[in-house]
C-alpha cells in the first residue's frame, strides 16, 4: 500500500483528475451538445482512449522530472521526494518508458492512421519535449515554461484536432467548436504562464544552487513580478470583455459564476503578487492559481446548457 500510495504521489495523481476532467468536461458540455444528433458511431470509444493516452503521457513526464531533479527536490521541497526515497531510481524510469509507450499506442488505437498520422506525431514529440524539459528545457530561462503551457493548451486541443480534420471548412458547428476550443486552450496557455513563472519564484533556493537560469535568477523577482502582472492584467481584460460579449446571450449564470469565481480570483493574485517575497508567499499565490486554472475549466459546464 505504501509503494501505491507513493507511485501516486510520483505521477501526481490529483494532476491527472484535473486534466481527465478537462477532457471529459471539453468531451461532454461542448462537443456533444454542439453536435447532437450527428456524433459518429465509436466516438466514446476513441475520446476514451485519447483521455488516457493523455494520462499516461503526462503520468511519464512527471516521473522523468521528479528523476532528474532528485538534487533540486532535495532543496526546494525534501519531505514531498518520492524517487530516490521510495521508489528505486530504475523503476522510475521504467514506469517512464512503459508509460509513454503506453501512451503512444492508445492514440495509434483512437485515431485513424491515414487520416490523423499527426495527431499520434504530436503525442511523440510531446514524449520528447517532457524529456528534454526535465534534463534542459526546465532549467532555461522561459523555454520550460512555454513548453508547460503549451503541452496545457494541447489537452484541450487535442480532443478538437480528433474530431475534426484540418481541410474542414470551419463553418456553422464547426467554427463555433473552434471558437470554444481556442478559448480554452488560450487560457490553460496564459494561466499556465503564470503559474509556472510564480512556481519559478517559489523554487528559486533550490534552481540556484543547481545553476537553473529560470526567470527569477536571470531577472530577478521584481521583474518576474511584472512579467506575472502583465499576463494576469490580459487574462483578465479578456475575461471582462467576454462576460460583456456573453450578456448579449442572456447567460447570466455563467456571468454570475464566471466574475466571484474567476475573474476575482485572479485580482487577489494580482493585488498579493506585489507583497510576495517568501516562497511560502509564493506557495500561496500558485495554489490559488491551481484552483482559478479548476474554476476555469468548471465554467465549460454551463455551455451543455447555452449551446
Known amino acids: 500500500m505504501r509503494l501505491i500510495v507513493a507511485f501516486l504521489r510520483l505521477v501526481r495523481l490529483p494532476n491527472l483528475i484535473f486534466m481527465a476532467l478537462t477532457q471529459l468536461l471539453f468531451q461532454f458540455c461542448i462537443y456533444y451538445p454542439l453536435y447532437r444528433g450527428h456524433v459518429p458511431d465509436g466516438d466514446l470509444t476513441r475520446f476514451l482512449l485519447l483521455l488516457f493516452a493523455s494520462l499516461f503521457i503526462a503520468a511519464a513526464g512527471y516521473i522523468i522530472n521528479d528523476y532528474f531533479d532528485i538534487n533540486i527536490d532535495e532543496v526546494n521541497k525534501p519531505k514531498k521526494m518520492v524517487v530516490d526515497k521510495l521508489i528505486h531510481r530504475r523503476w522510475a524510469i521504467a514506469w517512464h518508458f512503459m508509460l509513454s509507450g503506453g501512451g503512444i499506442i492508445l492514440t495509434v488505437l483512437a485515431v485513424p492512421f491515414l487520416q490523423k498520422w499527426y495527431l499520434i506525431l504530436a503525442n511523440v514529440f510531446c514524449v520528447v519535449l517532457l524529456w528534454f524539459y526535465s534534463t534542459n528545457f526546465k532549467k532555461s530561462l522561459l523555454t520550460g515554461n512555454i513548453v508547460i503551457s503549451l503541452l496545457t493548451a494541447w489537452t484541450i486541443l487535442i480532443i478538437f484536432f480528433s474530431k475534426l480534420d484540418l481541410s474542414s471548412a470551419f463553418t456553422g458547428e464547426h467554427y463555433r467548436f473552434f471558437r470554444l476550443a481556442i478559448l480554452y486552450a488560450g487560457f490553460a496557455f496564459i494561466i499556465s504562464l503564470v503559474r509556472e513563472a510564480i512556481k519559478d519564484m517559489e523554487d528559486m ?37 467576454l462576460q460583456v460579449y ?62
Open 205 to 241: 533556493p533550490g534552481d540556484a544552487r543547481y545553476g537553473c537560469r529560470t526567470m527569477p535568477i536571470v531577472w530577478g523577482i521584481n521583474v518576474t513580478k511584472v512579467y506575472v502582472a502583465v499576463w494576469l492584467v490580459v487574462i483578465i481584460a479578456v475575461l471582462l470583455i
Open 246 to 307: 456573453v450578456m448579449q446571450f442572456n447567460w447570466w449564470l455563467g456571468i454570475a459564476f464566471s466574475i466571484p469565481a474567476i475573474i476575482f480570483p485572479l485580482l487577489i493574485i494580482l493585488f498579493k503578487l506585489k507583497k510576495s517575497q517568501k516562497p511560502e508567499d509564493f506557495h500561496r499565490l500558485s495554489t490559488l492559481t491551481k484552483l482559478v486554472m479548476l474554476t476555469g475549466i468548471l465554467s465549460m459546464v454551463f455551455f451543455y446548457y447555452y449551446l
